[in-house]
């Protein structure tokens, strides 16, 4: 417990339980005893003010007043969450809930989720918590998380996927993720955003918590770009007169198959924006550049940050790494 005094000249009892502050403030300076018994009366009263809400419960709601704000794809991991936290936890009445209680409910999460699944349902917990429960004092201990570094395709790993490719529906949105894109922006692409050599990327299309998928807008506002597609490629695309129309699932799905097939190191269609990244790096293209043409926020992927960049410097060098590209894919 401490007393202090504030600039007003009242003076302020502060006391944590449990994880919990709890203050009381008085137009005197009270002595122990006073103090004591004023903060049994606020603990009392806190007490009594109890909101009678599971975990369950409150993390539903939590969901319920972001979901017009954030991305389906972010309400279902919430709820992909909710479901993996174990059932003793979720029954806790939120306001009993300590930090004892989180750091034993991560230590059972982290036993059978990656580090980093293990951050972000900590995180979720916290930010719940926080809403009905602001006063309390959250410290968690999270397992450290282990660097893995990607595998990240070759020339010839790239050949021979497209060559496979060739002639099925899968083609031209593989090139397009050599070329930077999504899969949920390719799935979201239509003719009508094709003008000349200039591909317009500004929505995506996204799979809700109950599996409907939607379109909605690009996942950053960095991720609304143009890119440039050399002549030979967007001839391609009009002459099909779509982009993609099958199953967002089906593309990942005959990757997968068409590897085993031909032998072949596994990566995942998102690993073909690090080719991308990685190939325009090497040709000394500046990060700058490499992080609009892919709708990077930041530098995670590419290591620095360049904020600005001169437009007609931007389509030089896009138009610089997209010829090279179609030197490698055609």
Partial sequence: MKIEKLKSGSYRIRKM????????????????????????QEMDKAQNKKIRMSFK???DRYIESRSNVISPATVRGYKSIVRNLSDSFKRLLITDITNLDVQTEINAYSATHSPKTTSNACGFITAV????????????????????EPY?????????????AAGTQYYIP????VFGLRRSEICALTIDDLSGNILTIDKAKIEDSDGNWHIKTTKTVESTRKIYLPDVIANMIRSQGYIYRGHPNSIICWMTRMQKTLGMEHF??????????STASSLGVPDVYI????????????????RHAQEDKKKDMQEFTAEYLQEVIL
């Fill in 129 to 148: 918590l926080g809403m009905y429960c602001p006063n309390l004092t959250i410290n968690i201990k999270l397992p450290q998380r282990i660097k893995k």
């Fill in 268 to 277: 995942s269609l998102h690993k073909l924006r690090h080719y991308y990244a």
């Fill in 17 to 40: 339980y449990k994880g919990v502050t709890y203050s009381v403030v008085t137009d005197y300076k009270p002595t122990q005893r006073e103090a004591i018994k004023l903060l049994d």
């Fill in 174 to 177: 593989l090139i397009l993720a």
């Fill in 57 to 59: 419960e409150a993390s």
């Fill in 291 to 306: 992080m609009q043409a892919g709708g990077w926020k930041t530098d995670h992927v590419l290591k620095s940050v360049y």
């Fill in 152 to 164: 990240i395709p070759t020339d010839e790993d790239i050949k021979k996927i497209l060559d496979a």
